[in-house]
Structures are given as structure tokens and as C-alpha cells.
């Protein structure tokens, strides 16, 4: 595999060069180096990236910097691998990029198209987006299952099985952060798109949960990495199993939420609905924490140790109640709450850490064939990756999963309001939110036994320290929602005055 990167120096020009020559060299009209590849490209990356959803939209317009580039294949289409860096006011941020080269794009193409090179061995080849093109999705899989391009994008392999290789590409239309590309129905590929210096959160999780044989996660092939000056060190992506017949944990629950609180539901609105399922995922999250707690050990905490989080707790929420003024009258009731936890902690009710999963909620969770699978390691994303690798308590996971119900009922009860305004009736809306807080507190309840019943640890055990955690989520919730979605901000709140209030067990 002929790869050009940014190890070469120039033996000479190649405006001349027609596009026939550099199909059958591949592009090879003389070595170039990354910034030299991408540097006329830029001003016409900047405008593409603002469009996209893993592009942090503080950044749009901010002059970018090429790091590293390499282009991999033999014959057109070509794979543009790159990783550029855009400078703001929230500091540098790096992002990768998979970008085609063709000498002409078909028109099936058209939409993905991004510029023309304007100077360099490609002068004239058409810059597209990769994820469009099923042949160079197909070529980037063969490199890493052939051991991965010189300078380019190569695979640290985590697990015995050989990588498949022919399989059909296919980008999944769930992408946020990262993009991830399915592969058949076997091989799922996920790129970071901000990658970061390693060890890498997600990767090292799943490696280990690979090695314990834990039958709820995905096994992992391997990792993404390049050997190109101005990457080294960056883990890329991973490559796992795909679980195609999996369904959304989050779509799932949002379903049977909305069929509850319509009265259409499984067992009519005060049926079992999704208890069976909130149990089972319980237990899969209970058999996730045991694997990773065997893999990376469990350390319990002092009781200065348990005073710094709480503190740490307390100095968020102040915080978050300068920017969000509706969490200041509860204030002093939830800082009540969490120093609970520390005399909790000083009576001898020991809390231990442990790698986690940091970052739970349903959408983490796919319902397969034979039941919960967890996905996406990486942690809460806003955090410094250091931060996201520390140990916490399990009950955080818990928390986050508690809410995630709490989200699910709410979204089904606005899913049935919009579907009939005309249905406004003081009686018929009460009747509504009472199912809604209903079937959240089912499933609630049927996620805590079935965490306890897999025999690793009861959270109800734990009542101050859970209600704690819960509510540091639900005010960290109400910060994001007052920042990008305004109009969700009474869902954490109400699940905040809920804790504040709460009777003390």
C-alpha cells in the first residue's frame, strides 16, 4: 500500500502532471509533506467542518492549522487521512478528518464535495467527504486489517481474531462526537473525532472487558493509531464487534414511556411495560462493574477522601447556580445533602472506586438478541481525559441510569401532549404527568433490583450517597440544557427540587 505522507521532501514539480499519471502512481508525483498536502485545502475545510455535528461550533471560523497528513492507496479513489487544529477561545482544539481524492467526482458523489485542489501533485482531483464513498471506506478497513499504511492510519490489535475484511461499508447515522462505520454486519469502526494522546478511556476498557470475556460489551479488534509526524501517540478510533440486530436502549424506553402514559401501552398505563427490561439492564450494568472492577481493582475510599468529593460536589453546584439562578433556593439543602455524605463515610460505611463506566445513561445500552449489551466507554466528553479515567463509585453509574429514566418518562409525556394539544384538560394533563412519574418510578425501582439481584452491590444500601450522586447529575444536566436545549431545563429541575425535598431515609 503506497502511502504519501509527511516524511518526504520534494524531488520536484508536478503542475505539469496530467491526471492519467496520477492515477497510475497513485498520486506519487514527487514526496510532499502533511502541511504541504493540506495547506491550500484549508480555507475550504473551515466552512465543511462548521456544517458538521462532531465540530464544536465555538471554533467556526477560527484560522486552522495542518498537523499531520497522510494519503493512502495505490490507484484512484484515494484516502485523504488528516488531523488539523483550529485555535479559540476555549483553546486549541485537534480534529480528524477522512477525506476522498478523485480526479473527477460522479455525480452520485456531488453532495459530498468539498473543493478543488488548487496546486500539488493532486492540482485539479476533487476533495470529498470519505464517508460518502463505500470504495474508500472499503480501502481504510483493508489497511488495517493488512497491518496499517507507513505513516498512516495502522491497527494495535487487541484480540486473536483476524479483522474481516470485503465487507460493505455503511456510516451509522447516529453521530455526535465521533462517527462510527459499520462493516457488514460484523465490524463496526469508530472515529474519534478529536483524538487525543494516549492511553484512551474507551480503549482501555474494552480491552480489558475483551480480556475478561465479559459477554455485555462489545470485544474490541483493536486500536487506531498513526505513526505521522504531527500524530504521534494519538489513538485514532477502535475497531469492535458490531451488534446488528441491537436496538436503542434510549428509543426502546422512549417507546414504551409514551405507550404508558397514553394508556396504550403494554399492560395499559399501570402495566409492567419496561420493568422486565430496566431489571435485566441492572443486571448487565452489575456484571459490566464486576468485570471492571476485576480488571483494574477497587480502592476504598477514606473519609478525607469522601470530604474532597463531597467538596467538590458542593463547589458545582455553586457554580451552576450563578449561571442557572432557578437552582439557587436549592442550595443550601442540597449542600446539606452532600455533606451527609461525608458523615456517612465518617460513621464507617465504606465507599469504594473503581474504573466505570462514567458517562450512563439508556443511550448507552443497545437491547440485542440475548439481552443488554454497554457501549461507549469514553466518559463524559467535557472532561480532561485524566479525569475521565479516575475511579468513582459505582453509584454514579447508577445515578446517571436513575436519571436516564427520568428523561425517557419525560420525553414520552411531551411525545403524547404534542400528539394531541387538543387533549388540555386540567384533568387529562394531571392524569398524564401522574402516569409519566409512574412509569419512571417502575422502571427506577426494577433497575436498582436488578443491579442488587446480580449479587456485587445493593444501591439501596446506599440511600444518602445515591440521592447525593443523582443529584449532582440532575444539577450538572440543568447547566447543559440551560445552555443548548432552554426548553428541557424543567426536567433536571424538577428532579432536583425532587431530591431537595426528599424525606431523609
Not at 518526504?8 to 504541504?36: D, F, I, L, V
Not at 426548553?487 to 431523609?504: F, I
Request: proline residues 8%; charged residues 25%.
Amino acid at each position: 500500500m503506497r502511502t504519501e505522507t509527511s516524511t518526504g521532501t520534494s524531488t520536484g514539480t508536478s503542475t505539469g502532471t496530467s491526471s492519467e499519471t496520477r492515477a497510475k502512481s497513485g498520486g506519487r508525483t514527487g514526496a510532499r509533506t502533511g502541511a504541504e498536502i493540506l495547506r491550500p485545502l484549508l480555507p475550504a475545510l473551515g466552512p465543511w467542518m462548521a456544517g458538521r455535528r462532531w465540530f464544536d461550533t465555538r471554533y467556526t471560523g477560527a484560522p486552522l492549522t495542518a498537523e499531520a497528513a497522510s494519503v493512502v492507496g495505490d490507484e484512484p479513489p484515494l484516502l485523504l487521512h488528516a488531523v488539523v487544529s483550529a485555535d479559540g477561545a476555549a483553546g486549541p482544539l485537534r480534529v480528524q478528518l477522512l477525506l476522498g481524492l478523485r480526479p473527477e467526482l460522479p455525480d452520485r458523489l456531488a453532495p459530498a464535495a468539498i473543493a478543488t485542489v488548487p496546486a500539488g501533485p493532486w492540482r485539479g482531483w476533487r476533495v470529498y467527504d470519505a464517508l460518502a464513498d463505500g470504495t474508500v471506506l472499503a480501502l481504510l478497513l483493508r489497511t488495517l486489517a493488512g497491518g496499517g499504511a507507513e505513516h498512516g492510519p495502522r491497527l494495535e490489535r487487541s484480540s486473536r481474531y483476524p479483522l474481516p475484511v470485503g465487507l460493505v461499508p455503511r456510516p451509522l447515522q447516529v453521530e455526535q462526537s465521533n462517527t462510527s462505520v459499520a462493516y457488514g454486519d460484523r465490524v463496526l469502526l469508530k472515529i474519534f473525532r478529536r483524538p487525543e494522546p494516549g492511553p484512551h478511556t474507551e480503549v482501555e476498557a474494552l480491552r480489558a472487558l475483551t480480556g475478561q470475556d465479559c459477554t455485555r460489551t462489545p470485544h474490541l479488534y483493536g486500536a487506531v493509531h498513526s505513526d505521522a509526524p504531527g500524530a504521534e501517540g494519538l489513538v485514532l478510533g477502535l475497531v469492535e464487534e458490531f451488534l446488528p440486530d441491537a436496538r436503542d436502549g434510549w428509543a426502546e424506553a422512549v417507546r414504551q414511556a409514551t405507550g404508558s402514559v397514553a394508556g396504550t401501552g403494554r399492560g395499559g398505563p399501570a402495566g409492567g411495560g419496561f420493568t422486565a427490561d430496566a431489571a435485566a439492564l441492572g443486571r448487565a450494568v452489575a456484571d459490566v462493574h464486576g468485570a471492571l472492577g476485576e480488571a483494574f481493582g477497587r480502592t476504598r475510599l477514606t473519609v478525607e477522601d469522601v470530604a474532597e468529593e463531597t467538596a467538590r460536589m458542593t463547589m458545582r453546584l455553586k457554580e451552576a447556580a450563578e449561571e442557572v439562578p432557578a437552582l439557587a433556593r436549592y442550595t443550601a439543602r442540597l449542600a446539606a445533602l452532600f455533606d451527609d455524605c461525608a458523615r456517612v463515610a465518617g460513621r464507617g460505611c465504606p465507599l469504594y472506586v473503581q474504573r466505570t463506566h462514567g458517562d450512563l445513561h439508556l443511550g448507552q445500552a443497545l437491547v440485542a438478541h440475548d439481552g443488554w449489551r454497554i457501549v461507549d466507554f469514553e466518559g463524559e466528553p467535557a472532561q480532561p481525559a485524566a479525569e475521565r479515567a479516575r475511579p468513582q463509585p459505582v453509584l454514579k453509574d447508577v445515578a446517571g441510569m436513575l436519571r436516564s429514566f427520568d428523561y425517557a418518562a419525560r420525553t414520552g409525556l411531551a411525545a403524547v401532549e404534542d400528539a394531541d394539544p387538543a387533549e388540555s384538560a386540567p384533568a387529562a394533563r394531571l392524569r398524564r404527568r401522574r402516569r409519566a412519574a409512574a412509569w419512571a418510578v417502575r422502571n427506577r425501582r426494577a433497575f436498582v433490583a436488578g443491579y442488587a439481584a446480580a449479587g456485587h452491590e445493593d444501591p439501596d444500601c446506599h440511600p444518602v450517597l445515591l440521592r447525593a450522586f443523582e443529584a449532582d447529575k440532575a444539577v450538572y444536566e440543568a447547566v447543559y440544557e440551560s445552555r443548548l436545549r432552554p426548553d428541557r431545563l424543567p426536567v433536571p429541575l424538577a428532579a432536583v427540587h425532587r431530591l431537595a425535598t426528599a424525606t431523609p431515609h
